[in-house]
C-alpha cells in the first residue's frame, strides 16, 4: 500500500485528487492540506511515499520543496502551468500532471509509481536528522542535534540552539509530532527539550544551557519514566 499526501492550495484540486487516490486500491490517503510547510513536516517524520505536489504555492513552491525533501518519498507534481515541467524532471519527479487532470492520466502516473523499481516503502521509516522552518520570509534548515528547547506562546514557538533563536508561527502539537520521540520529549504546556542537552534536573524542574524549564504536572510521570529508562 503507498500511502498518500496531496498538497495544493486549490481546495477544488484537493477534492479532486482525494476523489482519486480513493479509486484506486493501491493507493491509500494519509492526509490532504494546503499548507505546504505542514506537508513537509509529514515527509520528514517518515509517513508518506508519494506526494501529489502543486507547483505554485505561497508559502513554498513545489520546487523548493523537491529540492528540500530530496528524494525522501516519491513525488507527482500538479500543476496549471507546463513551463514548470523540466525543473520538476530536472529533480527526479514521478511523472508531471497538467491541470485540469483527467482520471485515466491520473492513473497513468500512478502506474509509474507502482512500476518504479526503486520504489520501496521502506523509505518510509527513514528519518532526518534536520528539519526546516518559516520565520518571516526565510526557509531555515535546524540540525536536530543543535536544538536545545523549544518555547511555545500561543501560535508561534522559539526554537533555542545554542547560538540562536528562531521564530516560527506553529504550534506545539504539530513541532511534538515532527521531532522524534527517541530524543525529544514535551515537558510542560510551553515546552519541549531535547533529552541529551538536559544538564540537571531539580525540585520539579530542569536545567539546559542555563535556561531553568519547570516541568508540567500532566508530562512529570512520562518525563520521568523516559529518564527512569535511559539511566545507566
Known sequence: MIRCLVID?????L????????KIPELTLIADTTNAIEGLAMVQRGE???VFLDVQMPELSG?????????????????AYPEYALDGYD?????YLLKPIAFERFKKAVLKVLNNSTHNTETATNTSNFI????????HRIDLADILYIEGLKDYISIYTPTNRIIT??????????????????????????????????RGKITIHNKVIPIGDT???????????KKG
Not at 9 to 13: G, S, T
Not at 63 to 79: E, P, R
Open 9 to 13: 492550495d486549490e481546495p477544488l484540486a
Open 169 to 202: 508561527l506553529q504550534n506545539m502539537k504539530k513541532m511534538e509530532e515532527t521531532l522524534p520521540s527517541s530524543a525529544f520529549i514535551r515537558v510542560h504546556k510551553s515546552y519541549i527539550v531535547a533529552l541529551d542537552k538536559v544538564e540537571c534536573i531539580e
Open 48 to 50: 508518506i511515499d508519494l
Open 91 to 95: 529533480l527526479n519527479v514521478i511523472d
Open 15 to 22: 477534492d479532486v485528487l482525494t476523489d482519486y487516490i480513493r
Open 132 to 139: 526546516f522552518v518559516k520565520s518571516e520570509y526565510k526557509i
Open 219 to 229: 508530562f512529570r510521570e512520562d518525563f520521568f519514566k523516559c529518564i527512569e529508562a
Open 63 to 79: 520546487i523548493q520543496f523537491l529540492k528540500i525533501i530530496n528524494g525522501q518519498c516519491d513525488v507527482i507534481l500538479t500543476t
